[in-house]
C-alpha cells in the first residue's frame, strides 16, 4: 500500500506541475507585439579609428634609468669615496670560480646545507654535478658574487657591462628548483 501511495503523490505532483505550465506564453507574445510597434530609433555612427601617434625608440645606447650606475674601467676613482657605486667593478685579478662557466639560468638550486654555522646551497650545474656555494662564492657568466643564501633561493649581485663601457649593478637568485 505504501507503493501505491507513493505513486499516487507522484502523480498528483505531476499534474500539479503540468497544471502550472499551461498558462502557455501569451503574455511573451504580447510583449514582443508591443516591442514591435515601439518605433525605433536612429544609431549613431560608429567613430572613426584614430591612427595611433607613431613614436620611435631613440635611447637605446643610454644608461638603464632602472640600474644603479657603476664607473666605467677608464674612470679614474681616486676622488671617490671607498664603496660607493662609482668605486664598483669587476675584479680583473680574482680567479674565477667554477660556477663562472655557466649562465646563471642554467644552474638549479637542488638544497640548502648547513655546516658548522654557515648556509649553503646546493647547485646543480649542466653536468648534474652538485656545488656548494655559499656568502662570497661566484657564479654566473656576469661576476654573480652570492650575497644571500634563503632556504629557497639564492640571491646575487651581478656587474653587467653597459653599451657605453660602464658597469651596472643588478640583483639575481637562482631559485630552488621544483623536481
Known amino acids: ?22 498558462r502557455g506564453t501569451s503574455d511573451l507574445e504580447r510583449w514582443v507585439a508591443d516591442t514591435l510597434r515601439t518605433p525605433g530609433g536612429e544609431i549613431d555612427p560608429i567613430p572613426p579609428v584614430a591612427t595611433p601617434e607613431v613614436v620611435t625608440y631613440v635611447a637605446f645606447d643610454l644608461r638603464d634609468p632602472f640600474q644603479r650606475r657603476v664607473a666605467r674601467p677608464d674612470e679614474p676613482v681616486d676622488d671617490v669615496e671607498e664603496g660607493t657605486a662609482a668605486t664598483i667593478r669587476p675584479d680583473a685579478d680574482r680567479p674565477r670560480e667554477f660556477l663562472e662557466n655557466f649562465p646563471l639560468d642554467t644552474l638549479r638550486m637542488v638544497g640548502t ?7 649553503f646551497a646546493l647547485i646543480r650545474d649542466n653536468d648534474n ?44 637568485q637562482v631559485v630552488m628548483a621544483d623536481n
Open 1 to 22: 500500500m505504501t507503493g501505491n501511495a507513493a505513486k499516487l503523490v507522484t502523480m498528483l505532483l505531476a499534474v500539479t506541475l503540468l497544471a502550472a505550465c499551461e
Open 113 to 119: 646545507l648547513e655546516l658548522e654555522g654557515v648556509n
Open 129 to 172: 654535478v652538485i656545488h656548494r656555494v655559499s656568502e662570497g662564492n661566484y657564479m654566473g657568466g656576469n661576476h654573480g658574487r652570492v650575497v644571500r643564501v634563503r632556504g629557497d633561493r639564492v640571491e646575487l649581485t651581478e656587474l653587467v657591462e653597459d653599451p657605453r663601457g660602464g658597469w651596472t649593478e643588478r640583483r639575481a
